[in-house]
């Protein structure tokens, strides 16, 4: 008597586990406020957990769905699936900094020598960064530095390196 062999998706523990402490890096690398790591020297080289977790998640995802992205119906499925995990919470967190530059003008204009660090919906805030940000285009180049939530610049890149590009 046959077998029937059912295709269970194997599990890497170890890689999710760092790409769990890659990504908790990055977000203490990038928070913006002092903290007792920010002391030490190599705290500055913790930006190279961007690119392994990058590469850890291309072969986490490419060894999940690398043969059923052969068909157009699969492939289309997998681009929809990314966008509905990646931009909902993009956009959330788009959204959380528009009140930060709204207070921003409201305290300007109560005090005119109140000093911010930034102009409200200046450089890297304004409309057109906003709208581009919201296209997940930030990575692109369209604008002369970070914008907006600029961390996400990663969430971007990874969307479309993940969806657009032929395998």
């Not at 402490?21 to 930006?47: E, M, S, T, W």
């Not at 207070?103 to 409200?120: G, I, M, P």
């Not at 369209?142 to 939530?149: A, R």
Request: net charge neutral; aromatic share 14%; proline share 4%.
């Amino acid at each position: 008597m046959l077998e029937q062999r059912t295709s269970v998706a194997t599990r890497f523990d170890a890689l999710d586990a760092l790409r769990g402490v890659c990504a908790l890096l990055v977000v203490l690398f990038h928070i913006p406020i002092y903290h007792r790591l920010k002391d030490i020297g190599a705290f500055g080289n913790l930006q190279f957990c961007v690119d392994l977790f990058f590469a850890l998640s291309g072969f986490v995802l490419c060894h999940a769905y690398g043969q059923r992205l052969n068909n157009g119906t699969e492939g289309f499925s997998f681009m929809v699936m990314r966008f509905a995990r990646l931009w909902p919470l993009h956009i959330v967190m788009l959204c959380l900094f528009v009140p930060i530059e709204l207070s921003k003008l409201v305290f300007s204009r109560a005090d005119a020598s109140l000093t911010l660090d930034s102009q409200a919906f200046g450089q890297g805030h304004s409309l057109y960064e906003f709208v581009t940000n919201m296209l997940f285009l930030q990575s692109f180049n369209l604008h002369s530095g970070l914008s907006w939530n600029g961390p996400a610049w990663s969430a971007a890149l990874e969307f479309y390196v993940s969806n657009c590009l032929p395998p």
